[in-house]
RNA sequence: CGGAGCGUAGCGCAGUUGGUAGCGCGCUUGGUUUGGGACCAAGAGGUCGAGAGUUCGAAUCUCUCCGCUCCGACCA
């Protein structure tokens, strides 16, 4: 056997290193239609938990959920002409309701509709159909809805997780009586995902807002957060939006203010994706495969019985579910510790690079011998695969919220150190040019890259400037980044340093 | 949609100048094993991506289409 579980390495080849990291955890696989993938158990699993961790935190922000329908009409769309034009490229159409069995036993399209329906990309505008009619008065205000939906954008270029033709999210919109609380709306929801990727994902991310050439289409202002995979190229890994009044003003949204004058609303929206669990994939694993942060761990401790006779078996299968029980009387990050006996029977070698490669944090393997020793053969995957400790069985359960929280914290210490090494200031475009390496060879720029602190202007001849590069501004930070500068490319005055950086 | 590559068993691949399908892993069964991706034996599994054409004969040659991967344009 080679010395790590994926091949090829991310070094030999990082974006077939992906997919295979992807076959191997079984998350997901390609389906019959064109563009969209199948998510298996594994990787719905993995979905799961974000959608349990972040449903709770729209909640204790004040968000009820509901659900919209799938198809709009296509008239919606041309309400905000700025929304028709960064969506209309890639919208899939319905035109007929009915199929008719043609004279060769093919199914004929029939039923021509009389409006064109277009499956949702995004539903800011069906959405704001029905706010129209639910907002008349500031007593109706703020509005805050949630809804977990599928999507579809006809994608050029589809990869799994990170770019499908329809993929799951989370789209929030709410409306607001002011531009201020519309404002600060968009940044408490860019802060929860913040938090959220941060926390639970343990993934590092920047925080900022997008230049007008990546900003949302018909939105005033897009805030990102943005996280570095391990080939150095940034991910945009959630969304949130501040859409003034012009999706209100296109539909019609609008409220009695206290005054009694009529206004428009201020409306907001903010999504994250599947996209994630592509996130979390490059950002922790490694060349044996999957690696999972604890908190989105579906399963955080496997429990492997070894035993040859009925006797031991007996024995040891009982310490499995007496361990079983304690663990999940225990509690990591405020819910039981999810462990789970693997007594399948198979090879044990086998048995156990299974779950390597699909990332479990924890592994105790408990045979006769431990049992003799009050022990457990402990294994943590963000170790190497032969690092065994023996740990007491007794105190193991007791134990375990501060080994989870222990790997939590490594994983994410580990990805901010890598961030931070290939991340630095450049103050002159020709170091842009040098740091991205503009003539890379094959298989080799690939691992180049990295964020570039650099001060940019919000201006078409920044874009320009780095487009041969396959460079993009991803946003301009708000933490720890006010030293003003001048642009290196338009020589403007700017009050801050942007994130530059290749991106998915 | 442009450029490149690929499509043969679940996975990875071989199949030369056209002659009717093979290897490794995996799977099933039996046995030997078992604290680290086991070994022996016997088996199952393929309209060679789809369609058309050339030919006595096509996985192999020609054309068309479909899908996947990478590179561009587009994007969460």
Wanted: charged share 25%; proline share 7%; aromatic share 8%.
């Amino acid at each position: 056997m080679p010395d790590h579980a994926i091949s090829p390495t991310r070094a030999e080849d990082y974006p077939e290193w992906y997919q295979q990291v992807v076959k191997a955890a079984d998350l997901a696989e390609q389906s019959p239609v064109r563009g969209c993938m199948v998510i298996k158990p594994h990787g719905y699993a993995i979905w799961e938990r974000m959608q349990t961790i972040l449903d709770r935190m729209f909640k204790a922000t004040g968000h009820q959920n509901a659900y919209f329908p799938l198809f709009i009409p296509l008239s919606y769309l041309e309400q905000e002409a700025k929304h028709v034009e960064g969506f209309a490229k890639e919208c899939a159409v319905v035109t007929h309701h009915r199929l008719e069995l043609g004279p060769d036993g093919k199914l004929i399209p029939t039923g021509k509709l009389e409006e064109p329906l277009v499956v949702r990309p995004t539903s800011e505008t069906i959405i704001g159909a029905m706010y129209a009619k639910w907002i008349q008065s500031w007593r109706d205000l703020p509005m805050l809805i949630n809804q977990w939906a599928n999507v579809v954008r006809w994608e050029m270029r589809p990869r799994v997780f990170l770019r499908t033709s329809e993929f799951l999210w989370q789209e929030g919109h709410t409306a607001h009586a002011t531009s201020e609380e519309a404002v600060e709306e968009t940044l408490r929801m860019l802060d929860v995902y913040a938090t959220f990727a941060e926390r639970d994902l343990a993934m590092p991310v920047v925080k900022g807002p997008k230049t007008a050439a990546e900003r949302f289409p018909g939105a005033v202002d897009t805030y990102s957060i943005e996280a570095m995979m391990q080939d150095g190229k940034a991910l945009q890994a959630g969304t949130s939006h501040f859409l003034g009044q012009n999706f209100a003003r296109g539909q019609n949204i609008k409220f009695a203010s206290t005054s009694g004058a009529e206004e428009f609303c201020w409306t907001t929206s903010w999504g994250v994706s599947t996209r994630l669990v592509g996130a979390v994939i490059m950002t922790h694993s490694d060349d044996d495969g999957l690696v999972l942060p604890p908190r989105i761990a579906p399963h955080q401790i496997v429990l492997l019985p070894i035993h040859r006779t009925d006797e031991e078996k007996a024995a040891v299968m009982e310490a499995c579910r007496k361990l079983e029980a304690e663990l999940s009387a225990a509690t990591f990050g405020g819910e039981p510790i999810r462990a789970k006996i693997d007594a399948r029977d198979m090879r044990g070698g086998d048995k156990v690079w299974q779950h390597i490669k699909q990332g479990v944090p924890v592994r105790v393997e408990i045979g006769p011998r431990d049992l003799a020793a009050g022990a457990g053969s402990m294994t943590r995957r963000d170790r190497g695969p032969k690092e065994r400790v023996a740990v007491p069985l007794a105190e193991f359960a007791s134990r375990a919220p501060t080994l989870l929280e222990e790997i939590q914290q490594g994983l994410f210490e580990r990805a901010k150190a890598f961030r931070a090494e290939r991340t630095v200031r450049l103050d002159s475009a020709a170091d842009v040019h040098v740091f991205f390496g503009a003539g890379e060879g094959p298989g080799e720029g690939s691992a180049r890259g990295g964020f570039a602190h650099v001060h940019v202007a919000d201006d078409p001849a920044v874009a320009a400037a780095f487009d041969p590069l396959k460079v993009t501004v991803r946003c301009v930070p708000m933490e720890g980044n006010d030293e003003p500068g001048t642009c290196v490319v338009t020589g403007k005055p700017v009050p801050r340093r942007s994130v530059l950086a290749r991106s998915y």
